[in-house]
């Protein structure tokens, strides 16, 4: 079985530059290689050209061959647009002839829309973006909603989750939102297996700054790694910012600071997103009460747990468990 196919937009008019061929690469990393000691359900990857089925790299001396075109769009379960050709963005080029269309028909069909970095252009050409909040990478966004102002355009985060379509800013912030994917379809357990595969976070929430003020000091990982792992080892216990900029050695200003620098939150969403991650692990691994989940990943009570999952995953802890649990419980101890 399949966890669903994938259609891979490759845009090829021009050619494949180097800056895109890298956000055409993760998709298919991500769900072009079969895990199947992590899931026995994996992608059906394909990729589909816009043009001639003969896709060449700029100035590298290879090519691309696939049998799939636009047509092929309509009946994937998700579709990637990875990036649209540099003319559509500096000087209003048209998209590839079809392209909007073929979108339009997917989206149609019931397939999840989906854009890294540029491929926003095309999804909101196609109509797909209206009323919707999205971003880009942040070097075109000013550009994405001076030309379709009836996009809400955020500059600022790394990706967004619309349900049915979601869009990302460029380059490593295409691969949080694969992996973002991946957790969705294959749960926590799964996803974070993969980026550690990857040597990448495995997790980094769409809503994180897509890039640091240079005006903050710069990040001691000596100073904050061991203090983030005292807290992930403590999740079950009350945790304030006091305690871990006390465990650093700062001041809770200073520590503040560093925290937004390193990951772009503040440190009381930084343990929330950790409390989170670590109910979604025993969820998918354990049979616990949703009750002892809550105490387990400091989230509280069953009604707290309750509010963070639908507000942050969508689904209630129930579903989610139903949806991903993987494993037997581990027999109590003696």
């Known amino acids: 079985m399949s966890a669903g ?32 000691d992590l899931s026995d359900h994996w992608y059906d990857l394909r990729l589909c050209a816009t043009g001639e089925r003969d896709v060449g790299g700029v100035d590298f001396g290879f090519g691309l061959r696939t049998p799939y075109g636009l047509d092929d769009l309509v009946g994937a379960d998700t579709v990637v647009v990875t990036s649209v050709p540099d003319a559509c963005i500096d000087e209003g080029a048209p998209l590839p002839p079809g392209l909007a269309d073929a979108l339009r028909r997917a989206h149609a069909a019931g397939a999840r829309m989906v854009s890294l ?98 005006s903050v000091p710069e990040t001691d990982d000596e100073g904050l790694g061991p203090v983030l792992e005292w807290a992930r080892a403590r999740l079950d216990r009350p945790l304030t910012v006091d305690d871990l900029a006390r465990r650093a050695a700062m001041s809770p200003r200073t520590f503040y600071r560093r925290i937004q620098a390193a990951t772009g939150s503040t440190p009381l969403q930084w343990l929330l997103n950790q409390r989170l991650a670590r109910a979604q692990s025993l969820l998918e691994s354990t049979d616990l009460p949703v009750e002892k989940v809550g105490e387990l990943s400091g989230l509280g009570t069953a009604n707290n747990l309750r509010h963070h999952f639908l507000k942050q995953v969508g689904v209630s802890p129930g579903e989610y468990r139903r949806a991903f649990f993987a494993r037997p419980a581990e027999p109590a101890a003696a």
């Open 5 to 36: 196919s994938v259609a891979v937009v490759v845009a090829d008019e021009i050619g494949i530059p180097s800056w895109d061929l890298y956000e055409l690469s993760i998709p298919l990393t991500v769900f072009g290689k079969p895990q199947p």
């Open 117 to 214: 970095c540029t491929g926003a252009f095309a999804l909101a050409e196609a109509g797909l973006l209206d009323g919707r909040r999205a971003t880009a990478h942040w070097m075109h966004t000013a550009q994405l909603a001076a030309r379709h102002p009836q996009v809400e355009v955020d500059d600022s985060v790394l990706y967004v989750d619309d349900g049915d379509v979601l869009t990302s800013a460029g380059l490593t912030a295409g691969l949080d939102l694969c992996l973002h994917l991946v957790r969705r379809d294959l749960g926590a357990h799964v996803a974070n297996q993969l980026a550690r595969r990857m040597v990448v976070p495995a997790h980094r929430p769409g809503g994180q700054s897509q890039f640091i003020d240079l």
